[in-house]
């Protein structure tokens, strides 16, 4: 069993949009039981919130739901608790990495960095940009499950 939490600022755009884009391709995929998916936030501002509306719209046109997921803060246990913590930019890395005190199992990535052109996923909070956004969470998931399934050790 694989354990992966998917981290952004608020967890309820970009980390519940990997969260459920994973969970559909693992799905689809018929490997359901090899994974274990989740996400949270590095902030309080949006705990128990619902995803954003935008995000949850976004999601269901493409047959994906989200319902019943609301935001939870990362907390410091989580380290020892899961194998992968997938960030979406370079302060939710710093964000987790101070949280956790560090990253000595090599646990803490970017999604960005499983393509071919690794940065940062764009909050769509503020840019508005809820389609790029998707684009790049899809094409981070798709890379990070064939880099799981390959055999690749993270």
Known sequence: MIKILFVCHGNICRSPM???VMRDMVEKAGLSGQFTL???ATSAEELGNPVYPPVQRLLASHGISCVGKTARQ??????AAWDLFIGMDNANLRNMKRL???DPQGKVHAL???TDRPGE???PWYTR???ATWRDVRAGCAGLLRRLTDGAKE
């Open 74 to 79: 990362l907390r410091p246990g989580d380290y």
């Open 121 to 123: 996923v764009a909050d």
């Open 38 to 40: 989740a996400s949270a």
């Open 100 to 102: 956790f005190g560090s």
């Open 129 to 131: 940009d809820f389609e």
């Open 18 to 20: 990997a969260e459920f």
């Open 112 to 114: 960005l960095e499983y």
